[in-house]
């Protein structure tokens, strides 16, 4: 049996494990401000920024990646206002791997996106984000394993 560091085993499906660190430091972040906001008698922003962390919040719990080998599908829902998506093996294309860089050289962080083709309609999910690319790496190797991508050309 496998174990993956980027996945967790229920059953027969493989979730990915959400990051939580940033997203809770963010959302840490626009609690503060907004309590310095209402210090400083602008309440209307404060509530914006209280409701705008509960989303962050929010939308972190709903966002979901499922892998089911037995089924061979991949179940995707990216965010609370976007609703569940499945798709089979087959409809995978490709993955992509973007790097944002501060000056050209300087990587402030690194995504994973998962593409799919249905009904000739290209589909994009990303993954995970992580600081550098070995990390990535390792989560398209994850899921290169986990979908079994690779079998096949060994």
């Known amino acids: 049996m496998n174990t993956y560091q980027f996945y967790k085993k229920e059953g027969n499906l493989l979730i990915f494990k959400n990051q939580p660190i940033f997203v809770f430091v963010l959302a840490a972040l626009t609690f503060i401000a907004a309590g310095f906001s209402y210090k400083y008698k602008?309440?209307?922003?404060?509530?914006?920024?209280v409701a705008f962390g509960g989303l962050m919040i929010a939308?972190?719990?709903?966002?979901?990646?499922?892998i089911d080998p037995q089924q061979q599908t991949i179940?995707?829902?990216?965010?609370?206002f976007v609703s569940t998506k499945t798709y089979s093996f087959q409809d995978f294309t490709h993955f992509e791997v973007l790097a944002m860089k501060y000056l050209g050289f300087i990587t402030t962080n690194v995504f994973l996106n998962i593409y799919f083709e249905v009904n000739g309609k290209e589909h994009k999910f990303m993954v995970g984000q992580a600081l550098t690319h070995k990390s990535i790496q390792k989560m398209v190797?994850?899921?290169?394993?986990i979908m079994s991508l690779n079998e096949n050309k060994r």
Do not use: M, Q, R
């Not at 939308?59 to 499922?66: D, I, L, R, T, W």
């Not at 179940?75 to 609370?80: E, I, L, M, N, Y």
């Not at 190797?141 to 394993?145: I, K, M």
């Open 141 to 145: 190797n994850e899921t290169e394993d």
């Open 75 to 80: 179940t995707c829902k990216p965010s609370v």
């Open 59 to 66: 939308n972190f719990f709903a966002k979901k990646f499922v």
């Open 42 to 49: 602008i309440p209307l922003l404060a509530l914006f920024l």
